[in-house]
Nanobody, 120 residues
Framework: QVQLVESGGGLVQAGGSLRLSCAAS????????MGWYRQAPGKQRELVAV?????????ADAVKGRFTISRDNAKNTVTVTLQMNSLKPEDTAVYYC????????????WGQGTQVTVSS
């Protein structure tokens, strides 16, 4: 099992910055990727950014050049940070941390979600 604990989020004016963090614990040795998804009211959950175990990253077109995902490995935890700059009102959503673990088959884990609100 993998436990995900998110922090960060909140309310910011357009053009501002926020940073989200997600700490993974438990069976982290088999995590192959971690990332952030978001879901706005009335919309489907969508990928924001993902970072693979090798360090490669992938971003949604809507956030490229504004958001940066990074990873910090410690002995018993992995922390993934999403630095969000130049925020826009359309970035308003609940942001969810995601981890994919591959051991015997694939398992996906989600954080509880954190609200990001960007005012115009």
């Amino acid at each position: 099992q993998v436990q995900l604990v998110e922090s960060g989020g909140g309310l910011v004016q357009a053009g501002g910055s926020l940073r989200l963090s997600c700490a993974a614990s438990g069976s982290i040795f088999s995590i192959t990727s971690m990332g952030w998804y978001r879901q706005a009211p009335g919309k489907q959950r969508e990928l924001v950014a993902v970072i693979a175990i090798g360090g490669s990253t992938n971003y949604a077109d809507a956030v490229k050049g504004r958001f940066t995902i990074s990873r910090d490995n410690a002995k018993n935890t992995v922390t993934v940070t999403l630095q969000m700059n130049s925020l826009k009102p359309e970035d308003t959503a609940v942001y969810y941390c995601n981890a994919v673990r591959q051991l015997v088959g694939t398992a996906t884990y989600w954080g509880q979600g954190t609200q990001v609100t960007v005012s115009s």
